[in-house]
């Protein structure tokens, strides 16, 4: 491994650089509407690129394909190290933002969780609310789909790269014969969707700042919001809706958004079975937790209800994490349903969290052969999603991944309980941090942000970010002894 750590070291040097760059657009905004953060960016901006172009440039003679286990470290690396330079905007203008709140803060965003330990978010200069957005349009579709499409142009090859990073369990499938066309093709649809969603939300009366950070947000399934009271400071149901609409969009795969663009028809959607799943889940959730909680007297009229329930359902089962409502003050179900949702309803290859709906179907499906074989055990039943086979080890792959899932999120749980969170606190941070997902119950309720945890439970809660970011499996191989054995 030692003997490909060049090569790696080159393509991490120049993701460096490329981030330093993106931190250009924050620094014009602060610019041109004079906010007081500019000085936070030209620092940051020379420290990103000074430390990202000289390590570029020092390993150039290393350019070479990336193998396998060099994806997988090459992955680990970007997501650890690159919240380290997000961090410095906020750092240097909040001086008083510790550094483990900072990194929390930039792993959050670049992992599209959403969760903050920043109050006084009206107060905040425009730039920095962009700066914490921007990183979920960076984070959204995956820093490394990005660079995947202008490495060949510099010699280094991306495949590896792209499968280490692209969520799912079937990340083998190609849309396009080079894998930077594939990357150009997820980035073209990811900006068209932004950009549309952008001009919807200052066509319907944000300014174009707000429009701008909340767009990066939507898209992103990131969470992150330029004011305190999240997207209830609007109060607008066409807003509402738009952002709805958005989040469901960012919900689906993107390779079937592309395939539909290229193909100019809506038939990739009809074909998808995993959309179908994903639509009458999220959306049959609304509607119970609609007629729940105006059967419960929660709200005085049905249209109140909808409009409530159905807002957060989407979010939370997009993993958006944007709210109107504190719904840690529903009835105690209304909550666990929702983070319930946010484990496994969007899709593989979209922008959200969670385990994916495609593993929970393959698991469903699983579940109804194994109980089939039960009764008949000489049946022949393989397991289908819509009219695909799927191979018996993608099965036990989701099968490992299931019960790597459910030992994260116990061990990960009670490591905050043993630091002295409450449990139903613990349970739903660590659920919403590893399905990036943002609010939680309890302390870490909608209403309450992060800030309210320890060090140790701070770092906890970044570690889970970015396992569920990375898809566990992605992370923890790095982490075993064999992957550094030669």
């Not at 020379?46 to 172009?53: D, P, S």
């Not at 959730?285 to 989407?314: E, K, M, Q």
């Not at 039960?374 to 792959?397: D, M």
């Not at 800030?451 to 790095?478: H, K, N, P, Y």
Request: charged share 15%; aromatic share 10%; proline share 5%.
């Amino acid at each position: 491994m030692r003997r490909r750590l060049p090569a790696i070291l080159h393509v991490l040097g120049l993701v460096i650089f490329v981030f330093g760059l993106s931190m250009l657009l924050p620094l014009a905004v602060s610019l041109s509407i004079g906010d007081a953060a500019q000085h936070a960016y030209d620092e940051a901006v020379l420290i990103t690129m000074g430390v990202g172009g000289p390590l570029w440039l020092a390993t150039r003679k290393n350019r070479e394909e990336l193998r396998a286990r060099d994806g997988f470290l090459l992955v680990v690396l970007i997501w650890v190290l690159l919240p380290l330079f997000a961090l410095m905007p906020l750092m240097l203008y909040l001086p008083a933002l510790s550094f483990t709140d900072a990194y929390f803060e930039a792993m959050s965003g670049l992992t599209t969780t959403g969760a903050t330990v920043l109050t006084g978010l009206d107060a905040l200069p425009p730039s920095i609310n962009l700066w914490r957005t921007q990183l979920h349009l960076l984070g959204g579709m995956g820093v490394i789909v990005l660079v995947v499409a202008i490495l060949p142009l510099l010699g280094v090859g991306g495949r590896q790269m792209f499968k280490a990073e692209t969520p799912g369990p079937m990340k083998d499938a190609k849309l396009t014969p080079r894998m930077r066309e594939t990357a150009r093709g997820l980035w073209v649809v990811y900006g068209v969707l932004t950009t549309a969603c952008f001009i919807t939300f200052w066509a319907l009366g944000m300014d174009w700042l707000d429009a701008l950070i909340h767009a990066f947000s939507v898209l992103g399934l990131g969470g992150f919001s330029s004011h305190d009271a999240s997207f209830a400071h609007f109060d607008s149901v066409a807003l509402e809706l738009a952002a709805m609409l958005f989040s469901l969009l960012a919900g689906m795969n993107f390779a079937t958004h592309f395939l539909a663009l290229r193909s100019r028809s809506l038939v990739p959607y009809r074909v998808d079975p995993e959309i179908r799943w994903f639509l009458a889940v999220v959306l049959s959730s609304s509607l119970l937790l609609t007629v729940y909680l105006w059967s419960r007297g929660i709200y005085p009229d049905f249209s109140s209800a909808l409009r409530h329930a159905s807002f957060n359902t989407i979010s939370m089962a997009t993993t958006l994490g944007l709210s109107t409502q504190d719904f840690a003050r529903w009835p105690p179900i209304a909550g666990l349903w929702l983070l319930f949702l946010c484990s496994f309803s969007t899709c593989a290859g979209s922008t959200g969290g969670g385990i994916k709906m495609m593993r929970a179907m393959i698991l469903y499906r699983q579940t109804q052969r194994e109980m089939v074989k039960l009764l008949h055990p000489t049946a022949e039943q393989p397991v289908r999603i819509g009219e695909t086979l799927v191979p018996n080890k993608v099965v036990f792959a989701v099968l490992v991944f299931g019960f790597m899932y459910m030992a994260s999120l116990t061990i990960l749980t009670l490591a905050l309980v043993a630091d002295g969170l409450d449990p139903l606190s613990a349970f739903s941070a660590v659920v919403a941090c590893i399905n990036n997902t943002g609010p939680g119950l309890g302390v870490v309720g909608p209403s309450s942000t992060y800030a309210v945890l320890t060090d140790t439970q701070t770092w906890i809660c970044s570690f889970a970010m970015l396992l569920g970011r990375l898809e566990l499996i992605t992370l923890l191989v790095v982490l075993t002894p064999g992957f550094w054995r030669k």
